[in-house]
């Protein structure tokens, strides 16, 4: 996985302000940095909620335009089980740029039983599409265009399926419209020529094949499955949540592998768990790491609480 920002600033702070630094991380997260940061470091060491963990660092990735890393994350929600409407609409993406259309549809289908939104409307529309499958691309594309808010470049497409099936109504004004939504778009005028050149020598009688290639599927997050959506929710992966059993004591460091031989889980605010949290996602050697968990004041924290 790519570098992503360095621990969160209160973790790195600690050595200046240890009685009030905080240790855990946020997953999820409105902050993009923060969420990939966060998510990483609660599957590494394998936080609760796992399926939210990667599904929202698939989100964090995508939002920053690393597609090939998201990608692989919303796959590993979806396989353990998130039913979470944006993995199912990205995964569908990732299968559409790789030609498969049948297994993109079956995740468009997917994201939209759990959310309906005007981009997985237009991007399933756009898979119907390239199979051919103008009859089910039609309705989709009606909806992404008439939705709130619209795709601009469902315009295209669906003028594109209509001159293929032979429905000549409505393409001059779905490219007019295109033109104006996607003003600075150089395709988009070059596809409207094409278009027209096309429906003047054809005029209705349907060439069973689209005269140029569609726009690709839309990779804009809509707002209700974005970031800020996922935290709104409150499914934040507690690190070191699990079940308790003989918890070390707060102040006793224990090796990662007395851990694991003796079956306990670590307290929550304790040494323990903090030494536990290393990992080379945060930027600092193990020897670093240690001293901020020791200058972490536990006793004080849990007193707070």
């Known amino acids: 996985m790519g570098r992503s920002a360095t621990l969160a600033a209160v973790l790195l702070i600690a050595s200046f302000a240890p009685a009030k630094a905080d240790y855990r991380l946020e ?3 409105h902050d993009i940095d923060r969420a990939i940061r966060g998510c990483t ?9 796992l399926p939210i963990a990667y599904a929202t660092r698939c989100v964090a990735h995508w939002l920053k335009g690393a597609y090939q890393r998201a990608a692989p994350d919303c796959e590993e929600a979806i396989h353990r089980g998130a039913n979470s409407a944006v993995a199912y609409l990205i995964s569908g993406i990732a299968h559409a740029e790789k030609g498969k259309q049948h297994a993109a549809i079956a995740d468009y ?3 939209l039983e759990l959310m ?4 997985a409307y237009y991007n399933r529309g756009t898979a119907y599409a390239a199979l051919g499958d103008y009859g089910l691309a039609l309705p989709d ?32 004004a779905d490219l007019d419209r295109a033109v104006d939504l996607l003003n600075g778009d150089p395709s988009t005028s070059a596809i409207r020529k094409q278009v027209l050149d096309s429906l003047d020598r054809e005029r209705g009688g349907g060439n069973a094949k689209l005269p140029v290639q569609l726009f690709p599927p839309s990779k804009v997050v809509p707002e209700s499955l974005s970031l800020e959506a996922l935290s709104a929710k ?5 690190l070191g949540a699990q ?21 306990a889980a670590y307290p929550r605010d304790s040494l323990g768990e903090c030494l536990r949290l290393w990992h ?10 240690k001293e901020i968990c020791r200058r972490l004041d536990f006793h004080a924290t849990a007193k707070k609480r």
């Open 41 to 49: 470091i609660a599957i590494k060491t394998a936080g609760a909620n």
């Open 243 to 263: 079940p308790r059993r003989a918890p070390a004591p707060p102040a006793q460091e224990v090796s990662d592998e007395q851990h694991e031989a003796s079956g």
């Open 109 to 111: 289908s997917r994201s």
């Open 141 to 172: 594309l009606d909806i992404a265009v008439a939705g709130r808010p619209p795709v601009p470049q469902a315009h295209i497409n669906r003028a594109l399926v209509l001159l293929a099936s032979g429905h000549v109504d409505g393409i001059t």
């Open 234 to 238: 409150k499914l934040r992966v507690r």
């Open 280 to 289: 080379p996602e945060t930027r600092t050697t193990e020897r670093q790491w």
């Open 116 to 119: 309906p939104t005007p981009s």
């Open 27 to 29: 997953c999820p997260s």
